[in-house]
C-alpha cells in the first residue's frame, strides 16, 4: 500500500516507487543474539541471502523495470501464494 501511495504522489515528477518485501534474510552479527553460532542454518524454511535482495533491488533500479511502479515485491519462497490456498 505504501508503494501504490507514493508512486501517485510522485508520478508527476517521474519518480517511480516499489517495494521489496523479502522473508527471512541470513545476516551476520557481530554477536549472536539468540545464543546460536549457527543462525538459520538447519531451518525447515529457506533463508535469503543478502545478494538475492540487493538483486531485486537493482533490478526494480534499473530501466528493465521502467514500466514497474507503485508495486511491492514479496520474496518469500511462494509462501504467500500457497497460504491462500489454505484458506
Avoid at 522473508?23 to 529457506?46: D, L, M, N, Y
Avoid at 528493465?64 to 509462501?79: M, P
Amino acid at each position: 500500500m505504501p508503494a501504490k501511495a507514493l508512486a501517485t504522489d510522485f508520478d508527476a515528477d517521474g519518480i517511480r516507487v516499489n517495494c521489496v518485501a523479502p522473508s527471512i534474510v541470513e545476516h551476520r552479527c557481530p554477536a549472536p543474539t539468540s545464543g546460536s553460532e549457527k543462525g538459520f542454518e538447519g531451518q525447515p524454511f529457506p533463508v535469503h541471502r543478502p545478494e538475492e535482495v540487493a538483486a531485486a533491488v537493482c533490478y526494480l533500479a534499473s530501466d528493465l523495470a521502467r514500466s514497474a511502479n507503485g508495486t511491492t515485491h514479496v520474496l518469500d519462497f511462494g509462501a504467500l501464494a500457497r497460504s491462500a490456498f489454505l484458506v
